[in-house]
C-alpha cells in the first residue's frame, strides 16, 4: 500500500455500515418512517393509539390490501438487503399474512388490521435482529436468491388474497 493510502501505515478500516450509520441507518429509517406511515399516521385523542394508512386504504375492498401489502413489501426489502436469517423473513411473512387476513373481514377486520399493527411488528424484527448482529454472512451461497424468491412467495400470497377478496366483493354486488 502506498503512502496515500492511511500515510503509509497499512491499515484498512472497516467500513460496512452498521445500524446507525451508512446504508443501513438509511434504510431502517426509511423502514421507520414507512411503519409510521402505514400503522400510526393519526393518533387517537386520549389515547397511546394510532391509526395509519393501512388501516384507511384497507378499507377499499381488495384493491387497499393489495397496495397495503405492496407498500409493506418495501420492510421486507430492507431485511433482505440486511441479510437477515429466513426465520426472520417468514415470521415477518406470518406479521403481513395475519394483517391481510385479517383486513378479509369488512369493517371490523379493518380494526383488527389497525390493532395488529404489523408493519411496526415487522420493524421491530428488523432492527432488533440488525442490532444483535444477526445477518447472514455474506458469503453464503444463495442466500439473496432465496430471500427474494420468499419475499416473492410472500408477496404473491399476500396480492393473491386481496385478489380474491376483490373477486368476493365485486360477485356479491352482480358485477361478476
Known amino acids: 500500500m502506498s503512502a496515500a493510502y492511511g500515510g503509509g501505515v497499512n491499515r484498512l478500516r472497516d467500513t460496512r455500515p452498521t445500524p446507525r450509520t451508512g446504508i443501513a441507518g438509511s434504510s431502517t429509517h426509511s423502514s421507520r418512517v414507512l411503519a409510521r406511515l402505514m400503522d400510526d399516521l393519526f393518533r387517537i385523542p386520549g389515547t397511546r393509539f394510532g391509526i395509519g394508512l393501512?388501516?384507511?386504504i384497507g378499507l377499499?375492498?381488495?384493491?387497499?390490501?393489495?397496495?397495503g401489502t405492496a407498500i409493506?413489501?418495501?420492510?421486507?426489502?430492507?431485511?433482505?438487503?440486511?441479510?437477515?436469517?429466513?426465520?426472520?423473513?417468514?415470521?415477518?411473512?406470518?406479521?403481513?399474512?395475519?394483517?391481510?387476513?385479517?383486513?378479509?373481514?369488512?369493517?371490523?377486520?379493518?380494526?383488527?388490521?389497525?390493532?395488529h399493527r404489523a408493519n411496526v411488528k415487522n420493524l421491530r424484527l428488523l432492527e432488533s435482529t440488525i442490532e444483535q448482529?444477526?445477518?447472514?454472512?455474506?458469503?453464503?451461497?444463495?442466500?439473496v436468491g432465496r430471500a427474494v424468491a420468499l419475499v416473492v412467495l410472500i408477496l404473491a400470497v399476500l396480492i393473491a388474497l386481496a385478489v380474491l377478496a376483490l373477486w368476493a366483493v365485486l360477485r356479491l354486488f352482480?358485477?361478476?
Open 54 to 56: 393501512d388501516a384507511l
Open 60 to 67: 377499499i375492498p381488495g384493491i387497499g390490501d393489495a397496495a
Open 72 to 115: 409493506s413489501g418495501v420492510i421486507l426489502a430492507h431485511a433482505v438487503r440486511h441479510r437477515v436469517p429466513l426465520s426472520v423473513l417468514l415470521h415477518m411473512g406470518w406479521n403481513l399474512l395475519v394483517d391481510a387476513l385479517l383486513g378479509l373481514v369488512p369493517f371490523v377486520g379493518d380494526v383488527a388490521d389497525a390493532a
Open 133 to 143: 448482529g444477526r445477518q447472514v454472512d455474506a458469503s453464503v451461497q444463495g442466500y
Open 174 to 176: 352482480g358485477v361478476l
